[in-house]
């Protein structure tokens, strides 16, 4: 599950009743528009949210846009409180050996990339220059 998805699932946990609206929604979980709907889509389409239009005179007589509310559905509330229950505690667990970063002196500790310090030593050494590996290169 991703960061994203968690935030907004705990911001809609704190009431599930409740219908909230798309930009309710967004600046509740402090994200932009662009991430929170496609969530709410993919949240309706497995069937954890349920969404209406308001009725129509109430957004003529306030004079702006239609808007979606949308709320956890009883299912999806116990979804949503089990997938975020099992992701607090999965953050909160000691990764396993083998995820875990290796220091740098290890093979394979930096991904291959040399230490700062082997980085600055080749440069002060020069670009090739005296190299036994390539001869060519400390001639004039």
């Given at each position: 599950?991703?960061?994203?998805?968690?935030?907004?699932?705990?911001?809609?946990?704190?009431?599930?009743?409740?219908?909230?609206?798309?930009?309710?929604?967004?600046?509740?979980?402090?994200?932009?528009?662009?991430?929170?709907?496609?969530?709410?889509?993919?949240?309706?389409?497995?069937?954890?949210?349920?969404?209406?239009?308001?009725?129509?005179?109430?957004?003529v007589t306030?004079?702006?846009?239609?808007?979606?509310?949308?709320?956890?559905?009883?299912?999806?509330?116990?979804?949503?409180?089990?997938?975020?229950?099992?992701?607090?505690?999965?953050?909160?667990?000691?990764a396993p050996?083998?995820?875990?970063?290796?220091?740098?002196?290890?093979?394979?500790?930096?991904?291959?990339?040399?230490?700062?310090?082997?980085?600055?030593?080749?440069r002060s050494?020069?670009?090739?220059?005296?190299?036994?590996?390539?001869?060519?290169?400390?001639?004039?």
């Amino acid at each position: 599950m991703t960061m994203p998805t968690m935030a907004l699932l705990r911001v809609l946990l704190t009431d599930p009743e409740r219908d909230r609206y798309g930009l309710e929604l967004c600046e509740s979980a402090g994200m932009p528009s662009g991430t929170v709907y496609p969530i709410l889509a993919r949240l309706e389409r497995i069937g954890w949210l349920e969404s209406r239009l308001e009725y129509p005179e109430t957004h003529v007589t306030q004079a702006r846009p239609v808007r979606r509310y949308y709320r956890l559905t009883a299912d999806g509330a116990e979804q949503a409180r089990d997938a975020v229950a099992r992701a607090y505690r999965a953050r909160r667990r000691p990764a396993p050996g083998w995820l875990s970063p290796r220091p740098r002196n290890e093979p394979g500790g930096s991904g291959g990339r040399p230490s700062r310090a082997a980085r600055e030593a080749g440069r002060s050494a020069g670009s090739l220059g005296g190299c036994a590996e390539h001869p060519a290169a400390s001639e004039p």
